[in-house]
Nanobody
Framework: QVQLQESGGGLVQAGGSLRLSCAAS????????MGWFRQAPGKEREFVAS????????WYADFVKGRFTISRDNAKNTVYLQMNSLKPEDTAVYYC?????????????WGTGTLVTVSS
């Protein structure tokens, strides 16, 4: 089993920045992906970004390209999401996910989420 714990959410003004962290414990990954998804009120959960654990190759949703950066620290088993130039439409609960499978868009394990609120 894998446990994922997000942190770093909060309230920020439009144009501001936040950094989310996701610490993984339990089973460690030698392959696969970790990623971030988000769910806004009344909407379905959507893909934001993911990173391949071994190669550090990254994938991003079009709506965050150039604004968000995903990275990971293998020694700490932690993935980060640096969010810059935040917009009110980025307001959502952000979830960390992990998988040992071969898709960067489908996770098997989830954290409980951290709320990001961007005020206009």
């Amino acid at each position: 089993q894998v446990q994922l714990q997000e942190s770093g959410g909060g309230l920020v003004q439009a144009g501001g920045s936040l950094r989310l962290s996701c610490a993984a414990s339990g089973r460690t990954f030698s392959s696969g992906f970790m990623g971030w998804f988000r769910q806004a009120p009344g909407k379905e959960r959507e893909f934001v970004a993911s990173i391949r654990w071994v190669t550090r190759r990254t994938w991003y949703a079009d709506f965050v390209k150039g604004r968000f950066t995903i990275s990971r620290d293998n020694a700490k088993n932690t993935v980060y999401l640096q969010m810059n130039s935040l917009k009110p439409e980025d307001t959502a609960v952000y979830y960390c996910g992990a998988t040992s499978n071969e898709s960067p868009y489908a996770m098997d394990y989830w954290g409980t989420g951290t709320l990001v609120t961007v005020s206009s």
